[in-house]
């Protein structure tokens, strides 16, 4: 019954606000000088991959801060390893490959590391050569996929559906 209530919620959720692109509005980052915490996506990110039993949990402010200094919706990359590894968890060991690159067969030197990488490839491989849509990335990041776009706006609105409002190209 309860996944019955989730589909539902999601269906009226993305019917009457689709999520198409990634790109943060300005007024969702925080600004140099803010006190960063109290920083309410930093709460709502770690208390989500925490219920998930991430590895990714203690690295909610570097995915945040990644995020913004590429002008990336902060809900992307966790999202991205939901539909990837189930958050982190199943990745090859020791990877830090939580992102599916190379189909799981490319290592990173740490958590920190592979956050850094993949929000900087994102910005410059992706929004900066015109894929702003999560379904534009989809294209790209997971040909050919007709689903990964799809479960990658579901596990956004999982993050938060109420938070940033998006640039639609």
């Known amino acids: 019954m309860r996944k019955i209530i989730y589909l539902v919620l999601f269906l009226f959720i993305t019917a009457q606000r689709p999520v198409q692109a990634y790109v943060a509005e300005n007024s969702a980052q925080i600004k140099k000088g803010?006190?960063?915490?109290?920083?309410?996506?930093?709460?709502?990110?770690?208390?989500?991959?925490?219920?998930?039993?991430?590895?990714?949990?203690?690295?909610?402010?570097?995915?945040?801060?990644?995020?913004?200094?590429?002008?990336?919706d902060w809900r992307l990359i966790p999202a991205i390893t939901g539909v990837e590894s189930s958050f982190g968890?199943?990745?090859?060991?020791?990877?830090?490959?939580?992102?599916?690159?190379?189909?799981?067969?490319?290592?990173?030197?740490?958590?920190?590391?592979?956050?850094?990488?993949?929000?900087?490839?994102?910005?410059?491989?992706?929004?900066?050569?015109?894929?702003?849509?999560?379904?534009?990335?989809?294209?790209?990041?997971?040909?050919?996929?007709?689903t990964w776009a799809n479960k990658v706006i579901y596990f956004v609105n999982q993050i938060d559906p109420s938070g940033l409002a998006f640039a639609i190209d």
């Open 89 to 146: 968890k199943r990745i090859p060991y020791n990877s830090y490959n939580a992102y599916g690159w190379a189909n799981g067969n490319y290592s990173f030197n740490s958590w920190d590391n592979s956050i850094e990488i993949v929000s900087d490839t994102l910005n410059n491989k992706y929004v900066k050569r015109g894929a702003r849509k999560i379904t534009s990335i989809a294209k790209r990041y997971a040909p050919p996929s007709s």
């Open 34 to 72: 803010e006190d960063t915490k109290t920083d309410t996506r930093k709460l709502i990110l770690k208390s989500f991959l925490d219920k998930k039993q991430s590895p990714l949990t203690n690295y909610t402010e570097k995915i945040i801060q990644e995020s913004d200094k590429n002008n990336l």
